[in-house]
């Protein structure tokens, strides 16, 4: 790739922006208000705002590979702490993707050196539910099940979180769990039972 294209796009963008609304980067200077946290996958051809219609300004976002959500991983929970305790966004959300490389590693036995201890955590989502995905015969359908398995696990790490759990309460903040079809560019919501979730681990996990 040239990179001078990049620039040259760029220029591009700032003079649609500007013939759209002369005062589009004013607005933009004035500060955020987004209500939506968005923790996706750092993969190239998921874009968070563009998949949903949205722009700047809209969707507060962290991507890293496989969408995951790690206690001890201080970027992410940084990330969770300003947008839900600062910006005060009412919904946040986890967005897997069908061909997701991260969960497909995961599946793998190798040894993929210093990503070892992150695929870790995938791969302990499939130790959890060994029993579905060992039912699943086709490995491509075990494999998209993992995927979806992956993203209900990273948002019950979320409801973990005492940030998480002050907002359900406080304001009713919902978490959902969405995975992302490359194939046909749909958006697809997993319905996640989060209530029986919480009921579930609320004795252990539950925070004041």
């Not at 507060?60 to 600062?86: C, K, P, Q, W």
Request: hydrophobic share 40%.
């Amino acid at each position: 790739m040239n990179l001078d294209i990049v620039f040259e796009n760029n220029k591009t963008w700032i003079k649609s922006k500007l013939n759209e609304d002369d005062a589009y980067f004013d607005k933009l200077g004035e500060g955020q208000n987004p209500e939506l946290l968005f923790i996706g996958c750092s993969d190239s051809r998921v874009t968070a705002e563009e998949l949903m219609g949205l722009g700047p300004g809209d969707v507060f976002v962290h991507r890293n590979i496989a969408n995951m959500v790690i206690g001890t991983d201080l970027n992410a929970m940084s990330v969770v702490e300003y947008a839900v305790e600062h910006l005060k966004v009412n919904h946040v959300v986890v967005c897997g993707h069908y061909g997701c490389g991260g969960v497909k590693a995961a599946m793998q036995s190798a040894d993929l050196g210093l990503l070892n201890p992150w695929l870790r955590n995938i791969r302990d989502v499939y130790r959890i539910h060994n029993e579905e995905l060992n039912a699943i015969e086709e490995e491509e359908k075990k494999y998209e099940r993992l995927i979806e398995l992956n993203v209900q696990e990273q948002c019950v790490n979320l409801i973990k979180t005492a940030a998480i759990q002050k907002a359900v309460r406080g304001r009713g903040l919902i978490v959902h769990g969405w995975v992302f079809d490359i194939h046909t560019g749909k958006l697809v919501d997993l319905k996640i039972d989060f209530e029986r979730i919480l009921n579930d681990i609320r004795e252990i996990y539950h925070l004041d």
